[in-house]
């Protein structure tokens, strides 16, 4: 059990661009979560995925945000025109489902800074 | 919907004084309960958590935190800090239920507990 893993930990673009990070669960864990962390506030979910399948998306999703789990193993979101505002940590989340309980186990975050 | 309310933002303390980092929640539903940690420009890690069963929970550095389902609070305890405690601490919650759930947390905003040596 390696945990959850992130990349890039740090990404700086210039307004406008695109980005993808990428989150690579723990093994045989079902279900993957994005959350967004702004300064000073606690993290806010953004969208989960059971196995390959996205199943809820926050309003915080806006169109310029997409994000994919190709055969319910990695998973990548990016974020297209990048804007100041999309400044903040991303942060990866996975669990699995046991006996109608689980825990998320995080990774540790994308930080990304929009110039 | 959910929300959990930390009261306190920042709890500064002397090394191996007792400390209570505050929480309560709001939902209409029954619920998981949650604390992580947070280091400097790290992830969050798992302290600990209620799901069901003795209210009083512990994690294996010391902390404890009690469910209080009359008072909808998760407070968080330490009886003897030490300075490596020195990190932000998220309470969260979660909509309990059947597999088919969406567990997704809810967070409050977070108490920076600073101990001083």
């Known amino acids: 059990d390696t945990g959850v893993s992130q990349n890039p930990r740090h990404k700086i673009t210039k307004r406008g661009q695109n980005v993808t990070f990428r989150c690579d669960p723990i093994s045989e864990h079902n279900r993957l979560y994005w959350y967004r962390q702004t300064l000073g506030q606690g993290p806010e979910f953004l969208t989960y995925?059971?196995?390959?399948?996205?199943?809820?998306k926050s309003r915080l999703l806006s169109d310029r945000f997409s994000a994919e789990r190709p055969k319910g193993s990695f998973s990548t979101l990016e974020i297209q025109r990048t804007e100041q505002g999309d400044s903040a940590m991303y942060l990866c989340a996975s669990s699995r489902v046991d006996g109608g309980a689980e825990t998320q186990y995080f990774g540790p975050g994308t930080r990304l800074l929009v110039l | 919907a959910q929300s959990v309310t930390q009261l306190d933002s920042q709890v500064p303390v002397f090394e191996e004084a007792p400390v209570e980092l505050r929480c309560n929640y709001s939902?209409?539903?029954?619920?998981?309960l949650f604390w992580y940690v947070q280091y400097p420009n790290q992830g969050l890690q798992l302290l600990l958590k209620y799901l069901s069963g003795s209210t009083l929970v512990e994690s294996i550095n010391g902390f404890e935190a009690e469910f209080n389902k009359s008072q909808t609070s998760f407070h968080l305890r330490k009886p003897s800090v030490h300075i490596s405690d020195t990190a932000e601490y998220f309470c969260a919650v979660s909509e309990s239920g059947s597999g088919g759930s969406n567990y997704k947390l809810t967070f409050g905003k977070g108490t920076l507990l600073t101990v001083n040596p």
């Open positions: 939902s209409s539903v029954s619920v998981y």
């Open positions: 995925f059971q196995n390959e399948a996205q199943l809820e």
